[in-house]
């Protein structure tokens, strides 16, 4: 098995999650004691923070690459960025190193068109939903992306950043977002993505009317997959 690369911290909560789930799957792959064969860099999620909040990508881009080379010398071959906010500077990071990056948007869109669906919401950070880094990556793959009405992102981004980065999972949370989810449904979405790692800590395939899309798990099982391979 490769040696799997983990850019973590962003925040820690969803990257506890990645490293449990890279695990189990292994497990799955395996059998018996096998667990998957990986390291971790992980970051100040408050630093990065600041600089999202300040529109200072190239900075905060910097901060992951020189993280990936950490990873690089550290034995990693086969890299992920355990954020979706933070593939703005995929980029930027996978020039930093030899070390192939698997892109979370690719492995979602792969999840959505097997499913045999072109239309789906996304919800995120508003960073993910207002920009095109990361819809545009979806649309390549031929998927038609819609997102909530400016009120719907606002909550969305409130939850995420105020609770889910902090362990904070709360009911009318839940609600609210579905509620949001009920939104796109009716404007058309045949699935939703759940484009922000936290945001499984918080809705589940139950609380959908729509199959859901859950990056994390497909991210995470993309990987192991390809570790696995020879």
Known sequence: MRTIGLLGGMSWESTAEYYRLLNVLTRERLGGLHSAKCVLYS???????RLQAAGR??????????AAKSLEAAGAELLLICTNTMHKVAD???????VPLLHLADTTAEAVLTAGLGRVGLLGTAFTMEQDFY?????????????????GRAEVHRVIYEELCVGIVREESRAAYRQVIAGLVAAGAQGVVLGCTEIELLIGPEHSP???????????????????RS
Do not use: K, N
């Open 92 to 98: 930027q990071v996978a020039a930093a190193t030899a």
């Open 57 to 66: 990508w190239e900075e905060a881009g910097e901060v992951l690459a020189e």
């Open 210 to 228: 729509v199959p859901v899309f859950a990056t994390t798990s497909l991210h995470a099982r993309a990987a192991v997959e390809a570790a696995l």
């Open 43 to 49: 970051v100040d999620f408050a630093e990065i923070e």
């Open 135 to 151: 819809r545009d990556r979806l649309a390549a793959h031929g998927l038609e992306v819609l997102v909530p009405d400016a009120a």
